[in-house]
């Protein structure tokens, strides 16, 4: 090749690979956004069983599932366009990591609900040992009320949920999924055996459902809190002992996605199915 055709060549080519790789730089480089924390958003287009991952860097290493339905979601201070995919820096509960930022919306019931909150908080006129209860619901106010005992999930790993089925009468049974680290599970009084296998009604961020029992353990931490703040938002000085669990039968809602989802033997799935004797 001509020496002189080369000299001409040669930076063109450079010049564009520098340019190229600029480009991937700032495709790649983290957008930043100022952090709103007044603002809630909540996951949006999913359905159930269909969960957002949150990851520690965008797209690699899972933290946690965020549920199809999850809320109380607040943007940090940074985007990162990662091919043609926008990752979004976000909290949730006590976690921060990245997830698709398309699967956002802003979610204003919440948001005024932390607004009310944080009015309450810096509201001179309300005492100092009362601010824990600010957001306390007023029909809960003067009542006796009843300890209850606080669950944890155990036994499962980054990436994984634990399902809540709903009661009854829903084609797609599945109400929420519970993340692997959750807390905050309250027992509702009932639960369905069978074998080794035992299904009990909870209620969770709101939403109440059957799930695995093997997958939750008792948290003294927990219940301790939540009795100290009913007794003293409540008024009531009396705390009536926890209620134990009745036997029933798993709704054939939860029966029939347990059965699709070969999670159970039908073995197991009969025995759930049975309904208890009457109590004489």
Not at 84 to 95: A, G, I, K, Y
Not at 147 to 176: C, H, N, W
Not at 190 to 217: C, I, P, T
């Amino acid at each position: 090749m001509d020496k002189q055709l080369l000299k001409k060549i040669l930076p063109a080519v450079m010049a564009g690979a520098f340019l190229l790789t600029a480009s991937l730089q700032v495709m790649a480089a983290p957008l930043t956004l100022p952090a709103d924390s007044s603002k809630i958003y909540q996951v949006k287009g999913r359905t159930p069983g269909n969960v957002l991952k949150m990851y520690k860097k965008p797209g690699a290493e899972i933290l946690v599932n965020l549920p199809h339905n999850a809320t109380w979601i607040v943007r940090r201070n940074g985007q990162q366009l990662v091919g043609d995919v926008l990752w979004e820096r976000v909290s949730w509960d006590d976690m921060t990591g990245w997830v698709e930022s398309n699967a956002l919306s802003y979610d204003a019931e919440s948001t005024s609900i932390a607004a009310a909150r944080r009015a309450c908080l810096t509201d001179p006129k309300v005492p100092q040992d009362q601010k824990a209860c600010c957001g306390y619901p007023e029909k809960a106010k003067g009542l006796p009320f009843r300890s209850v005992p606080i669950f944890s999930v155990r036994g499962l790993t980054p990436g994984q949920s634990l399902m809540m089925y709903v009661e009854e009468g829903d084609k797609s049974a599945i109400a929420v999924e519970i993340p692997h680290n959750a807390t905050w599970v309250t027992k509702m009084g009932k639960v369905a055996k069978g074998g080794d296998v035992s299904f009990e009604l909870v209620r969770w961020a709101g939403q109440n459902g059957w799930v695995n029992a093997k997958y939750l353990q008792e948290d003294a931490g927990k219940t301790k809190e939540g009795d100290d703040k009913r007794r003293l938002c409540s008024g009531g000085k009396e705390l009536l002992p926890a209620a134990s669990s009745d036997i029933v039968c798993l709704p054939a809602s939860v029966i029939r996605r347990l059965r699709e989802s070969g999670a159970l033997s039908d073995e197991v799935l009969q025995k759930l199915a049975q309904q208890p004797a009457k109590k004489k």
